[in-house]
């Protein structure tokens, strides 16, 4: 079974990886990118502790190749990133603790002051930690307490 290993320690967060990040993607690869900032202590918290359930179940997770999450309180921030062959991303976005967070905890997380953007789409590379939140706040569905912003518009693929 696959483990999760910290790659990176900065300020009072991290950022851990499950797999190998690849060199070379299969035509049917899908990223997916969810960033919130502007957290409050307890979304923060209460963002880990769901989190923790979410990445045990992406230990086993059919068509993942890669993923990595990253947290950091002194920025307030969290971040995920997925990267997937094939349609089981949805499977596992709508299913299971995931799709209960989805469902049930989303105004805990991403309401108050908090923001979030959430990006899937197909893609021939994978960008790097950086660049993912920063596509993200580009292309993503922009939320600000809550509400809606903006809808996705995903990058164009090279």
Same mark, same amino acid.
């Given at each position: 079974? @696959?483990?999760?290993?910290?790659?990176?320690?900065?300020?009072?967060? &991290?950022?851990m990886?499950?797999?190998?990040? *690849? $060199?070379?993607?299969p035509?049917?690869?899908?990223?997916?990118?969810?960033?919130?900032?502007?957290?409050?202590?307890?979304?923060? $918290?209460? &963002?880990?502790? $769901?989190?923790?359930l979410?990445? @045990?179940q992406? @230990?086993?997770?059919p068509?993942?190749?890669y993923?990595?999450?990253?947290? /950091?309180? /002194?920025?307030?921030?969290?971040?995920?990133?997925?990267?997937?062959s &094939?349609?089981?991303?949805?499977?596992?976005?709508?299913k299971?603790s995931?799709?209960?967070?989805?469902r049930k905890?989303?105004?805990?997380?991403?309401?108050?002051?908090?923001?979030?953007?959430?990006?899937?789409?197909?893609? /021939?590379?994978? *960008?790097?930690?950086?660049?993912?939140?920063?596509?993200?706040? @580009?292309h993503?569905?922009?939320?600000?307490?809550?509400?809606?912003?903006? *809808?996705?518009s *995903?990058?164009?693929?090279?």
């Amino acid at each position: 079974m @696959r483990r999760w290993i910290t790659a990176e320690t900065f300020g009072k967060g &991290g950022r851990m990886a499950l797999g190998q990040r *690849p $060199v070379e993607l299969p035509a049917d690869a899908v990223v997916s990118i969810t960033l919130a900032t502007n957290l409050s202590l307890r979304q923060f $918290v209460m &963002g880990a502790l $769901v989190s923790q359930l979410i990445m @045990r179940q992406c @230990r086993k997770a059919p068509g993942l190749l890669y993923a990595e999450v990253a947290a /950091d309180y /002194d920025g307030r921030y969290s971040y995920t990133l997925s990267l997937w062959s &094939g349609p089981e991303m949805r499977a596992f976005r709508d299913k299971r603790s995931h799709g209960w967070a989805m469902r049930k905890m989303a105004w805990l997380f991403y309401g108050e002051a908090a923001e979030a953007w959430f990006l899937t789409y197909r893609t /021939d590379t994978l *960008p790097a930690f950086r660049e993912a939140m920063e596509t993200a706040r @580009r292309h993503g569905r922009h939320f600000k307490a809550g509400m809606q912003l903006r *809808p996705q518009s *995903p990058p164009v693929r090279a």
